[in-house]
Nanobody, 122 residues
Framework: QVQLVESGGGLVQAGGSLRLSCAASGSILSINSMGWYRQAPGKQRELVATITGGGSTNYADSVKGRFAISRDNAKNTVYLQMNSLQPEDTAVYYC????????????????WGQGTQVTVSS
């Protein structure tokens, strides 16, 4: 099977930076898209940023110019550099892998990480 393991969350003051990492492991043949979503207390999970295997990116308007997503295809790892963090960025951040082809399995699959807490104090 496939596992996504996130790291890099924590507590930071407003204006600070954090870098999240998410490594996918298992019997992976290929991954189409990888990305980050977040969920604040009492709110729905929302897209933060995604990146395809070819490097095309997509960002939520609220993080454009502050966050940068990148990917190491050889390591099946995706990163999220978060700068100029604000209290409204406080949430659990989830890693996502979509269009995952797995050895000895037909079709493609979607996986989520367990989430990492990001807390921004004012």
């Amino acid at each position: 099977q496939v596992q996504l393991v996130e790291s890099g969350g924590g507590l930071v003051q407003a204006g600070g930076s954090l870098r999240l990492s998410c490594a996918a492991s298992g019997s992976i043949l290929s991954i189409n898209s990888m990305g980050w979503y977040r969920q604040a207390p009492g709110k729905q999970r929302e897209l933060v940023a995604t990146i395809t295997g070819g490097g095309s990116t997509n960002y939520a308007d609220s993080v454009k110019g502050r966050f940068a997503i990148s990917r190491d295809n050889a390591k099946n790892t995706v990163y999220l550099q978060m700068n100029s963090l604000q209290p409204e960025d406080t949430a659990v951040y989830y890693c996502n892998a979509g269009g995952v082809r797995v050895r000895n399995m037909m079709g493609s699959y979607h996986y989520w990480g367990q989430g990492t807490q990001v807390t921004v104090s004012s």
